[in-house]
């Protein structure tokens, strides 16, 4: 039973010295440590509203920077476009002379023809000689 009783003794003694060795150790809230506290917050805060606005003018110049790419690129498709156009246009225009020429002489060689084939029948009434040759080209 002293056994038990020196036990008991020993634990309530480490108890007891436990608690009186014990630390508060909740900080002390004053107002200097709120205002320190604040006052670095808004550092903070106003560095990050700068490194923000340091990325929107960078997406701006970024931004502006496209348009004027595409806006080039797109001149360019317009120019290469139109140069083909009028390209085609010049080189098509001499080869529509040309055949409109043919086509007038070939229509007037056509009238010059026809009155050719008919004075040779009217000849070929009288000559029985070009009456065999338009009977060979079936020209009578």
Not at 53 to 68: G, P, Y
Not at 117 to 123: F, G, M, T, V
């Amino acid at each position: 039973m002293q056994r038990y009783a020196n036990i008991i003794v020993l634990i309530l003694a480490l108890f007891i010295s436990s608690k009186s060795f014990a630390e508060n150790k909740t900080p002390v809230v004053n107002e200097r440590g709120v205002t320190e506290r604040l006052v670095r917050l808004e550092t903070k805060i106003d560095a990050m509203d700068k490194r923000l606005e340091d990325m929107n003018k960078r997406f701006e110049d970024i931004n502006s920077q496209l348009n004027r790419m595409s806006a080039i690129f797109t001149t360019l498709v317009v120019a290469v476009i139109g140069f083909a156009i009028w390209d085609r246009r010049t080189m098509v225009r001499p080869f529509e002379d040309k055949v409109r020429k043919m086509e007038d002489d070939i229509s007037e060689n056509k009238n010059q023809l026809h009155s050719l084939i008919l004075s040779l029948r009217d000849l070929s009434k009288t000559d029985s000689s070009v009456a065999e040759v338009l009977k060979r080209f079936n020209l009578l």
